[in-house]
């Protein structure tokens, strides 16, 4: 089949924060793959930038190790692998004081694209902008990529936002959220709005609920300090669950252009109601014998931060009033599964008796692992002996027809950078969203501080507390297995 990959122009990366986790986990191996499948300009210029002073060749050894450790690099790839460290270089810069940035102005080419990969911790976000423009070395055409999180709450996020807005235009700041980059979610998008069959269905007369999970079974993982001063709301639920309820609420775009999908999604963030207090369950992981697992992992034995969420909440339009939207995400749970569950409703009347049961469909949209699409159809089970009903998957994702790209598949992080080069924002959070995002969740945790509010313990390895079970029971549903 032929390539129909829209092509990247030569570029300039500077990652900030080059030698650091999400730089060698992540972007470094996710460059090289993109760089293995041919969509990289052999001029593209890779520059990495952190404060430790390392020359070219040193800095060249730690991505050669980055991408054996995390890229699964084949031994094979040795001389692609040679090629691509040529691309690569780096410069020691201080955020905060004036080393480097001479020389990185230096380093960077004019008349090629400029992007800048804010790989560090949130606190310096507003000195690169500061300085990137006040050495001149951001053009008009220059992008910055910004990590999350983004704020802490409504008031740092506006004023992140502002002080980017001072150096750079909105059209320039891609706001990160992998999520968005997972092939499943962009399918998610084609299955809704290029298909007839669905969208009809897409409202509450005809979906009885909607839930999204994502669950951990990794803990605290030595960030300890900044998740406890986050936990899992601000963690998970204000940027990843947020944006995929937006792509599951949203009405369709008029095109698929970023502004005309981010207008939706932040006119669905809006529609959010207030949560009750009786809708929110929060979780702290603990041992099977009740030691605070969660409080010793964050060093902070009186820590209130929930490791676990779920909560029921309304998208307050026409398309969805009376449909709940249960989310649910926590850490150390019995399985790593992201997955959103769109069930649809009973057949408004059941002609096969009781003894057939009673089945619902439900469309499942897996982003890890084995990211896939499944709609589960009831039909007949096959042979004699009367009118039995089984639901079955029907995969929706990988055709067989499609078998032979699967293997090209782009991680997140690999497809949202080549989006960066070519400009391409529909895949990024636009500050107003992130605001609104902010804007929902702020009443809800200063409801719970107001309150004194504790979490619940959960033990390490199951499905969060006993409370979360009961937020659906109550309501005659149930949780997805976390499988
Ligand atoms: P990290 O491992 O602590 O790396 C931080 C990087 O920033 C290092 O390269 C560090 O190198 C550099 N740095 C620190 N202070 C600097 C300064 N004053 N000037 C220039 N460089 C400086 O952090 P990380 O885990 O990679 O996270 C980076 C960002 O990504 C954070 O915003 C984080 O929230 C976000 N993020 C990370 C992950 C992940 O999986 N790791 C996932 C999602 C989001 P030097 O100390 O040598 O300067």
């Given amino acids: 089949m032929v390539s129909r990959v829209i092509p990247v122009g030569t570029f300039d990366l500077v990652i900030f924060g080059g030698t650091g986790d999400l730089s060698r986990r992540k972007i470094l191996p996710g460059l090289f793959r993109r760089f293995l499948a041919g969509q990289m300009p052999d001029d593209a210029r890779i520059i990495g930038a952190a404060r430790a002073k390392l020359d070219n060749d040193a800095y060249r050894q730690l991505v050669r190790e980055a991408i054996e450790e995390f890229g699964h690099a084949d031994p094979g790839f040795e001389s692609e692998l040679a090629t691509f460290l ?44 500061e300085r990137l423009h006040g050495h001149g070395i951001a053009n008009e055409n220059a992008r910055i990529v910004v990590e999350k999180p983004f704020g802490h709450d409504l008031k740092s996020a506006r004023e992140l936002n502002r002080t980017l807005a001072q150096h750079f235009s909105e059209r320039q700041i891609f706001r990160i959220d992998h999520y968005l980059g997972k092939e499943t979610v962009q399918n998610l998008m084609a299955v809704r709005f290029a298909n007839i069959l669905f969208e009809p269905l897409w409202n509450a007369q005809f ?57 939706e999604k932040l006119k669905v963030i809006r529609s959010l109601e207030d949560v009750d207090s009786h809708h929110i369950v929060r979780g702290q992981y603990v041992s099977p014998e009740g030691e605070p697992l969660y409080r010793l992992d964050v060093g902070n034995p009186r820590s209130t931060t929930e490791s676990f969420i779920a909560l029921k909440c309304h998208v307050s339009n026409w398309r969805w009033s009376g449909t709940p939207f249960y989310l649910r995400t926590g850490k150390k749970l019995k399985a790593r599964m992201s ?88 895949l990024f959070m636009r500050g107003d969203e992130v605001e609104a995002a902010w804007a929902w969740t702020d009443p809800i945790i200063e409801g719970w501080e107001k309150r004194g509010d504790v979490p619940k313990p959960y033990e390490v390895g199951s499905a969060g507390p006993e409370d979360a079970m009961m937020l659906m029971h109550r309501d005659g549903r149930r949780w997805r297995e976390i499988k």
């Fill in 207 to 263: 979906v009885d609920h909607v839930q999204i999970t994502v669950a951990e079974t990794v803990g605290v993982d030595g960030r300890g300090a900044y998740y406890d001063k986050s936990g899992a709301m601000r963690d998970m639920v204000q940027n990843h669950m947020m944006q995929l309820l937006c792509l599951i609420a949203m009405e369709p775009p008029s095109r698929f252009d970023p502004d005309a999908v981010r207008d």
């Fill in 86 to 129: 040529e691309l690569v270089s780096y410069v020691p810069i201080d955020a905060r004081g004036e080393m480097g940035w001479a020389q990185l102005a230096k380093r960077v080419r004019s008349g090629v694209i400029h992007a800048y990969y804010f790989s560090v911790g949130p606190g310096l976000f507003g000195d690169l902008a």
């Fill in 339 to 426: 997955e959103i569950a769109v069930v649809f409703k009973d057949a408004p009347h059941l002609i096969f008796g009781q003894e057939a049961g009673r089945h619902c469909n439900t469309l499942s949209i897996r982003l890890q692992p084995d990211e896939g699409m499944t709609l589960n159809v009831t039909i007949k089970e096959p042979g004699p002996g009367g009118m039995r009903l089984i639901d079955v998957p029907l995969d929706m994702t990988f055709a067989e027809a499609l078998a032979d790209q699967l293997d090209d598949i782009p991680e997140a992080y690999e497809r949202l950078i080549m989006d960066v080069m070519r400009g391409d924002q529909t």
